[in-house]
């Protein structure tokens, strides 16, 4: 890949990261400040533990997206960016447009989404 498109990849990323970071803090003081108010009845609690499990639920999906995206800026680091983690095979240029920070090249993440390959590479 040339460089470039290596360091659009990398300002692409940074950009996801800084945003990703932003939205965890933001989601932790929301699901931490629900419990402020003061709930009177059964209703108002459950709809406010609703909220606080919501909020903690994308507060960690957040943070797994954030992982993958500072793995993809260690790859470009490591210069093997765009290359399947799995196979070593390149990642198609559309796939990395769509999803810069993918590990895997579509058969690669086919296999691994039917639990037919190996985690945690």
Known sequence: MDKKKLETFRKRLETRRQELRHMVVRNQQDGRTVDDEATQDVADRAASSYNKEFLFSQSNNDRQLLNMV????????????????????????????????????????????????????
């Open 70 to 121: 500072d793995g993809a800026l260690a790859r470009i680091r490591e210069g093997s960016f765009g290359e399947c983690v799995s196979c070593g095979k390149e990642i198609n240029a559309k796939r990395l447009e769509a999803v810069p920070w993918t590990r895997h090249c579509i058969d690669c993440q086919e296999k691994a989404e039917k639990g037919l390959l190996e985690a945690a590479q």
